[in-house]
């Protein structure tokens, strides 16, 4: 696995180990940033890394900005210059994980922002599967989603992810992969970072809007590679029970991609492996996010071209520390 050497701080391009903070800085007391996980796929035929679905990621982080009142920040041009460039310049020929992070930065100590300037980092890395499974164990957490009067879901905040945290350690001390979260109501809401699909009667359901979830664009891409599968999709409340008699159930995120579950609760679901719906979904995915559906190959974003530039042949950001190692 390839280590990167650049990162991208407040617009600059700088070494890796130079992307650092100061102490005082407001996000790291109080969570007080939006962030998007964006994930791009090498295609070794082509030579070609392939971004998936940038456009609508970038938008939401710009978005989501305004929601936590940001006053200032990067444009979505900005950060889409700033991730093709840096891309290019770290030259990774595996698939790679893309973070960019707008924050609020070193000031006084108080909750409300005054002093603090808004600042973003841009951080690219290779990762291959983020489970490391095709098929994982759930377990419903005792922790309850965070709901919609409390902080917005819907929103990709750091300091909303503490939730995500807790649930996703209690899991793992239990002996689990994963957990599913409930609303405060008990109707099931989703993974601790990845949204949920449930397989009854050769049909997919999936927690609507309203019930606490991220509107994940990887849920918007399965209902739509679904759809074009001929099968049945359904946004709608589900219960708990519901999903212990499901027939099959699957994980989505950027991160996580597609992934099975096999057991929730130490109950079996299905015969315990990937199911045929979730198959063919996942298989579809798969050739979506490698350019090979001509129908979504305006959702990527292709990095290199014939071959990556040489860092030295495009300098987009002021250097900062030009020497190599």
């Known amino acids: 696995m390839t280590s990167p050497r650049y990162a991208v701080l407040d617009g600059e391009i700088v070494r890796w180990e130079k992307a650092t903070v100061h102490a005082s800085t407001h996000a790291l007391h109080y969570g ?68 960019p992070l707008v924050f609020l930065g070193e000031g006084t100590i108080r909750v409300r922002p005054q002093t603090q300037r808004t600042r973003w980092v841009l951080l690219t890395v290779p990762l291959g599967s983020y489970l490391g499974k095709k098929v994982v164990s759930c377990m419903v957490s005792s922790w309850t989603r965070l709901s919609n009067n409390m902080l917005p879901p819907a929103a990709k905040i750091s300091g909303c992810y503490v939730n995500s945290l807790l649930a996703s350690l209690e899991a793992a001390r239990a002996g689990y992969d994963e957990a599913i979260l409930l609303t405060k109501e008990g109707t099931v809401s989703e993974g601790s970072v990845e949204n949920i699909f449930l397989v009854r009667r050769k049909k997919l359901y999936t927690p609507s809007v309203s019930e606490d979830i991220l509107e994940g664009i990887t849920r918007g891409n399965v209902m739509d590679l679904a759809k074009d599968l001929g099968l049945s999709v359904e946004e709608r409340r589900i219960a708990r ?80 520390d030009p020497a190599e190692p």
């Open 32 to 99: 007080t940033g939006v962030f998007e996980g964006v994930r791009a796929y090498y295609a070794p035929e082509e030579a070609e890394l392939h971004v998936w679905e940038l456009d609508a990621h970038l938008e939401r982080l710009v978005r989501n900005m305004g929601v936590l009142e940001f006053r200032e920040g990067p444009t979505k041009d900005q950060l889409w210059d700033a991730t093709v460039k840096l891309l290019r310049a770290n030259g990774f020929r595996e698939d790679t994980y893309i973070r």
């Open 241 to 320: 029970s519901e999903l212990y008699h499901a027939d099959e159930i699957f994980l989505c995120g950027t991160g996580a991609g597609i992934v099975a579950v096999g057991e929730v609760d130490g109950r079996q679901i299905g015969d315990g492996d990937v199911g045929p719906l979730t198959r063919q979904v996942i298989e579809q995915y798969d050739l979506a996010v490698h350019g090979k559906l001509v129908k979504y190959r305006n959702r990527l974003t292709s990095i290199y071209g014939t071959a990556p530039l040489p860092l030295e042949a495009e300098r987009p950001f002021r250097e900062t």
